[in-house]
C-alpha cells in the first residue's frame, strides 16, 4: 500500500491550502493518521493527528489554523490549512499508524511567502 499526498503549493501569508492523502490499498487495524511536516535543518514534527475514533491532536503552532479530518471510506485524511504562515513553510508527509508498521506518504512542498 502506498500513500500519495498532493495538494501542495506555493501561497502568500494569509491564505490557505487544502492537502489531500490517499492510500493505494486497504489498511488494517489502523490506529491514526496524521500529517507531519519537516523544514529545511529542522527535524520532522508532528502538526495533526485523528485517531480511529475521531479524537484529534494539534502542534501548538498550528491550533486554531488547522483541521486535519478523513474520510473512512475513501481511505483518505486531508488537512485544510488557513492563516498560512511563513514558518509553516516545509515538506508536509502524511501518516498512518496502523497495529504493525507506519505508512507514509511522499511528501509535498508548502511554500509560504510573506
Given at each position: 500500500v502506498q500513500l500519495q499526498a498532493s495538494g501542495g503549493?506555493?501561497?502568500q501569508a494569509g491564505g490557505s491550502l487544502?492537502?489531500?492523502?490517499?492510500?493505494s490499498g486497504s489498511?488494517?487495524?489502523i490506529k491514526a493518521r496524521a500529517w507531519?511536516?519537516?523544514?529545511?535543518?529542522?527535524q520532522r514534527e508532528?502538526?495533526?493527528?485523528?485517531t480511529g475514533g475521531g479524537s484529534t491532536n494539534y502542534a501548538d503552532s498550528v491550533?486554531?489554523?488547522?483541521?486535519?479530518s478523513r474520510d473512512i471510506a475513501k481511505n483518505t485524511v486531508s488537512l485544510q490549512m488557513n492563516?498560512?504562515?511563513?514558518e509553516d513553510t516545509a515538506v508536509y508527509y502524511c501518516n498512518i499508524a496502523a497495529s504493525w508498521r507506519d505508512y507514509w506518504g511522499?511528501?509535498?512542498?508548502?511554500?509560504v511567502s510573506s
Open positions: 503549493g506555493l501561497v487544502r492537502l489531500s492523502c490517499a492510500a489498511i488494517v487495524g507531519y511536516r519537516q523544514a529545511p535543518g529542522k508532528l502538526v495533526a493527528s485523528i491550533k486554531g489554523r488547522f483541521v486535519i492563516s498560512l504562515k511563513p511522499q511528501g509535498t512542498q508548502v511554500t
